[in-house]
């Protein structure tokens, strides 16, 4: 028998071995790689789909002005407990980087403080519901910019789109009706 047969026979066996081994470890990794993101994507949109869900509610009952104190309450907590937002924002904790989870949950609580004004009934054109309104469209662009950068998708400034400010409040006649004093 010839050895050195066997062993170069072997040793090419044990090679091709590895190496199938080998590529399928990285193409495992690859569609766990994928698969993450794509899970981390879909959290990062029900997220703030649930949050604009929430927000058009909101606005909604700021805009009855025939609702009484009591009820405007219940429907304003009942808004976010029906959009599903408790429940995203959960798997928000748990798939999401530490920059996404800080900018969804200042987002999250700029959402709290419109639904505490708006149960306090406060409605559209009031002072209280600017006051809780901007800073939750600023917080919203903020999130949506952290996703972005986690993405590693291109930055987006209010510039883009004309803005001054991601806040709205350059673009609010109600705000800027205000600071025009009348």
């Given at each position: 028998?010839?050895w050195?047969?066997?062993?170069?026979?072997?040793?090419?066996?044990?090679?091709?071995?590895?190496?199938?081994v080998?590529a399928?470890?990285v193409?495992?990794r690859?569609d766990?790689?994928?698969?993450?993101?794509?899970?981390?994507?879909?959290t990062?949109v029900?997220?703030?789909?649930?949050?604009?869900v929430?927000?058009t509610?909101?606005?909604q009952?700021?805009?009855?002005t025939?609702?009484?104190?009591?009820d405007?309450?219940?429907?304003?907590?009942?808004v976010?407990?029906?959009?599903?937002i408790?429940d995203?924002r959960?798997?928000l904790?748990?798939?999401?980087?530490?920059?996404v989870?800080?900018?969804?949950?200042?987002?999250?609580?700029?959402?709290r403080?419109l639904?505490?004004?708006?149960?306090?009934?406060?409605?559209?054109?009031?002072?209280?519901?600017?006051?809780a309104y901007h800073?939750?469209l600023?917080?919203v662009?903020?999130?949506r910019?952290a996703v972005?950068?986690?993405l590693?998708?291109?930055g987006?400034?209010?510039?883009t789109?004309?803005?001054?400010?991601?806040?709205?409040t350059?673009?609010?006649?109600?705000?800027?009706?205000?600071?025009?004093?009348?």
């Amino acid at each position: 028998m010839d050895w050195g047969t066997l062993v170069a026979t072997v040793s090419g066996a044990v090679i091709a071995i590895s190496g199938t081994v080998l590529a399928d470890r990285v193409r495992a990794r690859d569609d766990d790689g994928r698969a993450r993101r794509e899970r981390r994507q879909d959290t990062y949109v029900a997220f703030i789909v649930a949050a604009g869900v929430c927000h058009t509610r909101l606005r909604q009952i700021a805009g009855d002005t025939s609702a009484l104190p009591a009820d405007r309450d219940a429907r304003s907590r009942t808004v976010l407990a029906d959009a599903g937002i408790y429940d995203v924002r959960e798997r928000l904790f748990l798939d999401a980087s530490p920059p996404v989870v800080a900018a969804g949950q200042l987002m999250f609580e700029r959402l709290r403080e419109l639904r505490r004004c708006v149960a306090a009934g406060a409605g559209h054109a009031s002072p209280a519901f600017h006051d809780a309104y901007h800073p939750y469209l600023d917080a919203v662009w903020r999130y949506r910019a952290a996703v972005r950068a986690e993405l590693e998708a291109p930055g987006l400034a209010p510039v883009t789109f004309g803005w001054g400010s991601w806040d709205g409040t350059d673009r609010c006649p109600v705000c800027r009706q205000a600071l025009a004093g009348g």
